[in-house]
């Protein structure tokens, strides 16, 4: 059946000598993976592999069969225009890490709106902005919300937030249990938005800090996620 969608590109792998393969979040059935033929060799604009960069915002007519694994494209063009998204160092260095984080923990192959409009304005408010250098935090902290474990903030005040449980609480209980900076990191960002980011001053030591405790926040409460390959470079660049 030959249906319109909206997608968001999460990963791609070459397959053969021309063919990829793309794993997208699509606006009406989740995740979809596609099987894109001779798109390595192609000379023809809808089918040019440069559609599908990271984190790219595309509209297809797609041929959809229920049941199948690898779904397939007839036609593509351009959602939404990127201008620095995958130009800027560091912000290519955000996609490419940030790409990574959400093809491992987006699994779900059914319709949900309100996440794929998240990451559609997020990325488009990374694209126009100069300063960005604390996007990735509140992305992925806001980004826990859909997957079902933001912090219970009916407790905010309290000393140290336990990243097991995703509370906070009023002494230390276990090894999860977070104080000192990296909670007062975390009871900023989440009284803000992407709009007021830059009121928040960190350097790239306490940024660091503060994405290696979200990640394990992450590892506590998805079971299959591991850190990305990528952070290493993505620290190095933001060093």
């Given at each position: 059946?030959?249906?319109?969608?909206?997608i968001i590109v999460l990963s791609k792998i070459k397959y053969r000598d021309n063919d990829l393969i793309v794993k997208c979040f699509t606006l009406h059935r989740g995740v979809v993976t596609y099987l894109l033929r001779g798109v390595l060799n192609s000379?023809?604009?809808?089918?040019?592999?440069?559609?599908?960069?990271?984190?790219?915002?595309?509209?297809?007519?797609?041929?959809y069969r229920q049941n199948q694994s690898l779904q397939s494209i007839k036609d593509v063009r351009l959602d939404y225009n990127f201008t620095t998204l995958h130009t800027n160092l560091f912000k290519s260095s955000i996609v490419m890490f940030l790409s990574e984080v959400l093809s491992a923990v987006l699994r779900e192959e059914e319709e949900n709106?309100?996440?794929?409009?998240?990451?559609?304005?997020?990325?488009?408010?990374?694209?126009?902005?100069?300063?960005?250098?604390?996007?990735?935090?509140?992305?992925?902290?806001?980004l826990t919300k859909h997957l079902g474990f933001y912090p219970d903030t009916s407790d905010v005040n309290q000393r140290y937030f336990n990243l097991d449980n995703g509370?906070?609480?009023?002494?230390?209980?276990?090894?999860?249990?977070?104080?000192?900076?990296?909670?007062?990191?975390?009871?900023?960002?989440?009284?803000?938005?992407f709009d007021a980011l830059d009121t928040i001053k960190l350097n790239s030591k306490q940024r660091q800090s503060f994405l290696t405790m979200l990640l394990l926040y992450f590892e506590l409460h998805l079971g299959s996620f591991r850190k990305p390959k990528s952070l290493k470079v993505f620290n190095q660049i933001f060093n």
């Open positions: 059946m030959l249906n319109k969608s909206k000379k023809k604009g809808s089918s040019k592999a440069a559609y599908y960069q990271l984190l790219s915002q595309l509209q297809i007519d797609e041929n709106q309100q996440l794929y409009n998240y990451l559609e304005t997020a990325f488009r408010w990374l694209d126009e902005k100069d300063e960005f250098s604390n996007f990735h935090l509140l992305f992925l902290l806001k509370l906070f609480e009023s002494k230390k209980v276990n090894v999860y249990s977070v104080s000192g900076e990296n909670l007062t990191i975390l009871k900023q960002l989440l009284g803000t938005n």
